[in-house]
């Protein structure tokens, strides 16, 4: 049968979780009620609902006091302050409104009359107050953007106040976060006072649409979650050597014939607009990538000569290599397929690839030796490879557009404008450490990755490494770990498709969200793992299939069977 | 990123049948039925199907006939399964349309109110020709396995035809007991979850539902005899348990399937969540001279005890029908026992010594001899075993320790022993890793152990077992599945004409979109897409 021996450690650490909030709390930490917490049962798997207030990431400064309000479905309101400079115009934020207040109070169906009779310690509203002149209702986030917030939980009313939308919604998610219900299932939030802002600019998730087709369902469904989880980068990895779902106005047959299914299996321009819609309510930058010259095998299916013919012996084999960098229809296609991607996506970055390239099919190909020798590159096909990126590189800049790359193509030294963002995802922990190191003294702005290719699986509690991870834990000057803008959560989708990705994803996801977005101090495992299992249950509740943390329930479990 | 679709696989069959090679037009078609039947011929020989005139019907020889609860529903069931885009409203057909395809349908024993039992014959024969299919069994879930088998011969073009092509099965499993464990103790499953895994169960030819109901962490089972059990020991005393209600619901659903439901409700250990409700039942552990309030296995020591776990099988053995009842057993620290005074003195009068194992045997017999006593046959985990050999000749034990080598050595001594097997050791589909781990699952070979003729024979099947501690339904189904279809085709099909991982795996990916197709959410094995994938998220 079954033991498992993380049982009894597990125990253990609900000890630590008084330890809850400590590390962070600047200001005067006064009391958190905390009727379960001290059940010192011999086993007891409910840890879960043991603290009723779990915030996930933790806020930068946080004080919560022992003075409770009650919430009511029917009386509480989400309103633009006074002084806000949004009003019930801004879209983004009516939207945001209602989410949050369905988080809250669930659908509330009975729409008869609000009560009249307000209880004295009743909190019946959150007002948002937006502060800039220009709230960026209409507008896209962006690397820029800033996300930090005030949150003044009390009487008479709750302010959220955030100098445009994007703070205002990370506010909303800890205001509903701080919502728990008690034992008689009303709605109570405890006097409370945040400041918060992000540690990181950065905090994303790629999903890889081509190794495997994702409906729009799932897309969605991941945003929704990041949002809890106050991501805000979705690193759309759409395309790559299986499959090529992306339906391309300018070139249709790349999907028609390089996807699974030209109809079943593609996302259209209508798809790509709804995406980044939804992303963009929640605050979320949807950043495309289409990787070159390797893992292209799919593009060759529907564009003709774009791929590089191997050759066995003096013929070819019929099979194909990475895009042919000696023709300059390749560049001329790539100037045109780029300049409808960057249309069709508004963020200001486009994710280049440009990782694992390999030279076998290059090297049998006699006219690319032939290409080799008049433009001096000796053997080093990696000089090819530059070649073939540089000249990418202009064409994308052309589109006014920055770009994001793997980190081989700041290892092949190719040329790079220094606002080039350089995505760290290989080796071990000295390996990236020192690469993150090299491509900040080079100047350059780094993201990590390699900790946090989250499809790798094994059993246990595999979320402590991942939580335990720091993109600036490298040696390295101040000024260095300033360009380390954040980090990506990967999930590549070998083994992955729309019946497991969520439990896969979450609530694993959330421990690379806490490490972007909180204080670096918060680390403390056991303090996480009570936020963390709440947390995951949350998302339960919100409709999220986030797997377990380990045994326990949750109050409301998953009921989307 | 290699995306391969098999095109062809060939099926041998030694004695009867012509080695056959079947060459698919459609490539990604491929017509096979999972987990393999023993003996399957095919011919391209196509026939079109139409569900507008497509009928089951009872033969005339059959002693079964029309009111047969058990085939009634699965005819309505793998009608829909067969017909995945034909809803309800065009399904309704005459008993009377001349030119319809007819399953015939012929079963020689009427068990149609029964349960499955560990005797039942599951063989079957399906014979697929022009206009008909006849399915001759001995009995009902013999039948069921056939429809099953027939459901997977149909396959539909890219315009929505269906076909059949001609086809001859003679099928019967490898080993009778053919188990999927649960645990609802570590997480609570909900129902439907459960329900689910019914149905997916049926699908891969699974017959055993082990399900492990409590343990230490919940004890979510509803008694009727003792209701404080659940009420302070599950997650939480109304959504968090099993009523009857509940338990009827899944052995019904079960039955219908032609599988059975074994519950475990494991002791000595295992048992905290038990002392919640029932008060003196666990061992106190003591700190020196003083209880610690800490509790560890059933008190073996107090008649009281006893008293209790013969009420509880007693309820146990009328609720759930099936003949066998799983009694654990497993993982007892003694380090509770040793401390408490009243268990030494208890030692020292019975003369063990400081052997706790044999404290650890007296209470499993007298268990053991309650259940002989409600004409139940008991199963125990391996280390019932291990401490104690002489345990009575027909119980069953159930291996879960060990490498290869180790489990191995554990089958010869356990048979040499005259005792009936099962095999769970390799197949605890909870541990997962990085890639295709289904493969260790399937290159299993549960009687490749040095043994006789006759111990090989002791070796009555396996069980995949799905324990909870990082499982609950929010990840469960694709966690499964299609990982326990490797475990599948091993307990069902000839081992030798399924040692190929290479042979399976096109199968087992066409297997896997099947059971999208019907509503199972089963994990991708690799790279690649299904016609219909799974929609929700």
Request: glycine share 6%; charged share 20%; proline share 5%.
């Amino acid at each position: 049968m079954d033991r498992n021996q993380l049982t009894e450690e597990e125990s253990s650490r609900r000890v630590n979780i008084m330890g809850l909030l400590l590390n962070c709390a600047v200001f005067l930490l006064v009391v958190i009620v905390c009727s379960g917490w001290q059940d010192d049962g011999n086993y007891d798997g409910r840890l879960s609902d043991s603290d009723p207030i779990s915030l996930w990431p933790l806020p930068q400064k946080i004080q919560i006091s022992a003075v409770a309000f009650k919430l009511s479905a029917s009386s509480f309101q989400i309103s633009h302050a006074k002084e806000s400079s949004a009003g019930p115009g801004c879209n983004l934020l009516q939207n945001a409104f209602r989410r949050y207040f369905e988080y809250m109070f669930g659908s509330v169906k009975n729409e008869a009359k609000p009560r009249k009779k307000v209880f004295s310690s009743e909190l019946t509203e959150l007002q948002v107050w937006i502060t800039s002149a220009d709230p960026e209702c209409d507008g896209y986030p962006s690397l820029k953007s800033d996300e930090s917030y005030e949150l003044s939980v009390d009487q008479p009313s709750a302010v959220l106040k955030a100098s445009n939308v994007w703070g205002a919604l990370r506010g909303l998610e800890t205001f509903s976060q701080l919502v728990y219900e008690d034992d008689y299932g009303v709605n109570i939030i405890n006097k409370t006072s945040i400041v918060d802002f992000p540690r990181f600019a950065h905090r994303g998730i790629l999903l890889d649409t081509s190794r495997h087709y994702l409906p729009l369902r799932v897309i969605l469904a991941n945003l929704e979650a990041m949002a809890m989880n106050k991501y805000n980068v979705f690193h759309w990895h759409i395309v790559d050597d299986p499959s090529f779902p992306y339906f391309s106005r300018t070139f249709p047959e790349l999907s028609q014939k390089g996807a699974f299914h030209p109809y079943t299996h593609v996302y259209t321009p209508a798809d790509v607009k709804m995406v980044i819609e939804f992303a963009r309510m929640r605050g979320i930058r949807v950043i495309p990538e289409f990787d070159t010259p390797g893992h292209t095998q799919s593009w060759g299916k529907g564009q003709k000569d774009l791929l590089t013919p191997c050759y066995s012996g003096s013929s070819p084999s019929g099979t194909f290599g990475p895009v042919n960098p000696i023709l300059n229809t390749t560049y001329e296609f790539m100037g045109r397929f780029f300049k409808e991607v960057s249309t069709m996506f508004p963020d200001a970055y486009v994710h280049l690839g440009g990782d694992e390239v390999d030279f076998s099919c290059w090297k049998s190909n006699p006219d690319i030796q032939k290409f080799m020798e008049e433009h001096g590159f000796g053997h080093d096909y990696s000089k090819l490879e530059s070649y073939y990126i540089q000249r990418l590189l202009d064409i994308v800049s052309s589109t006014n557009k920055g770009y994001m790359i793997w980190q081989e193509v700041f290892d092949n030294g190719v040329k790079l404008k220094l606002d080039t963002l350089i995505h760290v995802w290989m080796g071990n922990k000295a390996q990236y450490e020192t690469e993150t190191a090299r491509v900040t003294a080079a100047g350059f702005h780094a993201l990590l990755s390699t900790p946090w290719y989250l499809n790798y699986i094994s059993y246990g509690q595999d979320w402590h490494d991942i939580y335990t991870a720091d993109p600036q834990s490298f040696n390295g000057t101040e000024e260095q770990k300033k360009l380390v803008i954040g980090g990506e959560a990967c999930l590549w989708g070998e083994y992955v498709d729309a019946t497991n990705l969520t439990p896969r994803l979450w609530p694993r996801a959330s421990a690379v969200a806490e490490r972007l977005w909180s204080d670096k101090d918060v680390k403390d495992i056991g303090n996480a793992y009570g936020r963390l299992a709440q947390h995951r249950c949350r998302m339960v509740q919100r409709g999220i299939p986030a797997e377990p943390l380990f045994v326990g329930y949750c109050r409301h479990e998953y009921k989307g069977l | 990123m290699a995306r391969f679709f098999g095109k062809w696989y060939c099926i041998t069959d030694l004695r009867f049948w012509l080695l056959v090679i079947i060459l698919f037009n459609d490539a990604e078609q491929v017509n096979a039925v999972w987990p393999m039947p023993q003996r399957i011929s095919q011919s391209t020989q196509q026939y079109t199907l139409n569900p507008q005139a497509f009928l089951f019907q009872y033969s005339n020889g059959s002693v079964v006939q029309p009111g047969c609860s058990v085939l009634d529903t699965a005819f309505k069931r793998y009608f829909a399964i067969i017909f995945p885009d034909v809803t309800g409203k065009h399904g309704v057909l005459g008993y009377n349309v001349p030119a319809a395809f007819t399953v015939f349908v012929d079963v020689k024993k009427d068990e149609c109110d029964g349960y499955p039992d560990e005797n039942s014959a599951e063989n079957y024969k399906l014979s697929i020709s022009a206009g008909q299919a006849v399915l001759s069994s001995e009995t009902v879930w013999g039948a069921l396995r056939g429809l099953e088998s027939l459901s997977q011969l149909v396959y539909q073009d890219d315009y929505g035809a269906y076909f059949i092509n001609k086809t001859e099965i003679e099928d019967f499993p490898r080993f009778p007991f053919r188990g999927l464990l649960l645990d609802t103790s570590r997480h609570y499953l909900p129902v439907q979850a459960i329900l689910k895994t019914l149905d997916a169960m049926a699908y891969s030819k699974f017959n055993v539902f082990h399900w492990h109901i409590v343990d230490d962490p919940s004890f979510p089972y509803q008694s009727r005899t003792f209701p404080d059990l659940s009420n302070k020991g599950a997650f939480h005393p109304l959504t968090h348990i099993y009523t009857q209600t509940d338990v009827r619901r899944v052995i019904a659903h079960a039955r219908l399937r032609g599988i059975r439901v074994v519950p475990e409700f494991d002791s000595p250990g295992h048992t905290q969540s038990w002392g919640k409700g029932q008060h003196d039942l666990l061992t106190p552990c003591y700190k020196g001279d003083v209880p610690s309030g800490m509790y560890g296995p059933v008190n073996p020591i107090l008649d009281s005890s006893y008293k209790f776990m013969a009420q509880l099988y007693k309820e146990v053995a009328l609720v759930f029908p099936d003949s066998y009842v799983h009694l654990g057993g497993d993982e007892v620290s003694f380090t509770c026992w040793k401390s408490n005074p009243n268990v030494r003195a208890f030692m020292a009068k019975m003369g063990f010594g400081s052997d706790y194992t044999k404290l650890e045997s007296f209470y499993m017999e007298n268990i053991m001899n309650m259940t002989a006593a409600l004409n139940k046959t008991s199963i125990v985990w391996q280390d019932v075993f291990d401490y104690h050999e002489r345990i009575p000749q027909d119980t069953v034990l159930e291996i879960w320790k060990g490498t290869p080598p180790k489990y191995r050595e554990e089958l010869s001594r356990i048979t040499k022993a005259g005792h009936r097997v099962l095999l769970s050791a390799p197949w605890y589909l909870n541990h997962i890793s990085y890639g295709q781990d289904w493969q260790n699952a399937y290159l299993v070979a549960p009687r490749n152990f040095s043994g006789t003729e006759a111990q090989k024979k002791l070796v009555i099947g396996g069980e995949v077992c799905m324990w909870g501690e990082y499982v609950d339904a929010t990840n469960l189904t694709p966690r499964l599945w299609p990982r326990a279809c490797a475990a599948a085709e091993r307990l069902w099909s000839d081992e030798e004409q399924t040692s190929s991982v290479a042979q399976a795996y096109p199968r087992l990916q066409e297997f896997r979109c099947k059971l999208l197709r019907r509503g199972i959410q089963a994990e991708p094995l690799f790279v690649g897409h299904c016609k219909h994938e799974y929609q929700g998220a």
